[in-house]
T-cell receptor, first 112, second 113 residues
Framework: EDQVTQSPEALRLQEGESSSLNCSYT??????LFWYRQDPGKGPEFLFT???AGEEKEKERLKATLTKKESFLHITAPKPEDSATYLC?????????????FGTGTSLTVIP | DSGVTQTPKHLITATGQRVTLRCSPR?????VYWYQQSLDQGLQFLIQ???????AKGNILERFSAQQFPDLHSELNLSSLELGDSALYFC????????????FGEGSRLTVL
């Protein structure tokens, strides 16, 4: 059974304290892995797309990496405005159409 | 602002009732996706439409149905509502070659009493 697991479920960091969020997947036929940010009461906002193992993408304090079994979202020197839930999603090759399956997210709180 | 519009923002109804949620995708986007988000299950894929045709189905209940109209807006119909249907329902659209870059609306929060 296809599965996307994110850890930890929740993370509290002091401002400036770097850390990493994990997204592991047990799917066949991965076409791409995506990271989204979701603020409370809002829809998810696209951050990154990763297609192959070894690929890295960066945006401001965020850097996403991909291996064959998992992806990491590294947050360097976070600020309070980085507080949000971070979701990863996988795009599967085997299915018809474009289906994106989301993990349950990591809720990040950055304390000033 | 993602450019995706969902109405209504909030909806409170009773068990057994039927509701319709509406989504207008970003201008030019042909694909529309519907997701259900509840506290314990995260974002669950329901269904995808592309230019008026159903393309993919996820965990959509038989009591739920959707369609995409010629002007590309989409509606999600939820019938015989149960307490467990209370959730946030998101619509997302995408277009062009950037598969996976979904643009989400702000959601419709459904409360079934």
């Amino acid at each position: 059974e296809d599965q996307v697991t994110q850890s930890p479920e929740a993370l509290r960091l002091q401002e400036g304290e770097s850390s990493s969020l994990n997204c592991s997947y047990t799917v066949s036929g991965l076409r791409g892995l995506f990271w989204y940010r979701q603020d409370p009461g809002k829809g998810p906002e696209f951050l990154f797309t990763l297609y192959s193992a070894g690929e890295e993408k960066e945006k401001e304090r965020l850097k996403a990496t991909l291996t064959k079994k998992e992806s990491f979202l590294h947050i360097t020197a976070p600020k309070p405005e980085d507080s949000a839930t971070y979701l990863c999603a996988v795009h599967l090759r085997e299915r018809t159409g474009n289906q994106f399956y989301f993990g349950t997210g990591t809720s990040l709180t950055v304390i000033p | 602002d993602s450019g995706v519009t969902q109405t209504p923002k909030h909806l409170i109804t009773a068990t057994g009732q039927r509701v319709t949620l509406r989504c207008s995708p970003r201008s030019g986007d042909l694909s529309v996706y519907w997701y259900q988000q509840s506290l314990d299950q995260g974002l669950q894929f329901l269904i995808q439409y592309y230019n008026g045709e159903e393309r993919a189905k996820g965990n959509i209940l038989e009591r739920f149905s959707a369609q995409q109209f010629p002007d590309l807006h989409s509606e999600l119909n939820l019938s015989s509502l149960e307490l467990g249907d209370s959730a946030l329902y998101f619509c997302a659209s995408s277009g062009g070659g950037r598969v996976g870059e979904l643009f989400f609306g702000e959601g419709s929060r459904l409360t079934v009493l």
